[in-house]
């Protein structure tokens, strides 16, 4: 997944770098979608969920945030 944040492009590949993302680099931090796709991401490293749902709630969360998302 690639997303942009402050003018730049980052790509994403595990759920380890969305939480980094979700933690250090977020527009709309604090939102309902934000935490629940930090939530999720946490989860999906720990294998609680699939990945591919943590990820839904990352698109989410940075459409939200009017985040371009690839």
Known sequence: MATGVCGEIKNLSNADQAVDLLTKHWRNAGSHKH?????ACRQA?????????????LVDAAREAH???E
């Open 67 to 69: 985040m371009p998302v």
């Open 35 to 39: 935490l629940a796709a930090l939530r």
């Open 45 to 57: 490293m720990n294998g609680g969920i699939a990945a591919d749902v943590a990820r839904d709630a």
